[in-house]
Nanobody, 122 residues
Framework: VQLQASGGGVVQAGGSLRLSCASS????????MAWFRQYPGKEREFVAS????????YYADSVKGRFTISGDIAKLRVNLQMNSLKPEDTAVYYC????????????????WGQGTLVTVSS
């Protein structure tokens, strides 16, 4: 499974961006999917995830109420709508699929996209 993330860019504080992630490979499996972000020199941190059924979503406290994860899990597509962006949201965002452990651990995820840079200016 190959994941392609897109939608990053530069936005002013208070603005919005929508990230998308799609699988370029054919798969008949349904996987939980997630978004993580990484600051320079830091470990990847959990942002949001959605279960393989699409019924449940989870968010980091820092983005709760501002970000929304959604998608077509059967097609391995997931989006992250980011509103009320803050300068501290500036990071490289990665999508992930196939959870095998706690959703907030990067090591729990088997497939990763290449990352897309989000820059929020103050």
């Amino acid at each position: 499974v190959q994941l392609q993330a897109s939608g990053g860019g530069v936005v002013q504080a208070g603005g919005s961006l929508r990230l998308s992630c799609a699988s370029s490979g054919r798969t008949g499996s349904r996987y939980s999917m997630a978004w993580f972000r990484q600051y320079p020199g830091k470990e990847r941190e959990f942002v949001a995830s959605i279960t393989y059924s699409g019924d449940n979503t989870y968010y980091a406290d820092s983005v709760k109420g501002r970000f929304t994860i959604s998608g077509d899990i059967a097609k391995l597509r997931v989006n992250l709508q980011m509103n009320s962006l803050k300068p501290e949201d500036t990071a490289v965002y990665y999508c992930a699929a196939q959870r095998t452990g706690p959703y907030y651990y990067p090591t729990s995820w088997g497939y990763w996209g290449q990352g897309t840079l989000v820059t929020v200016s103050s």
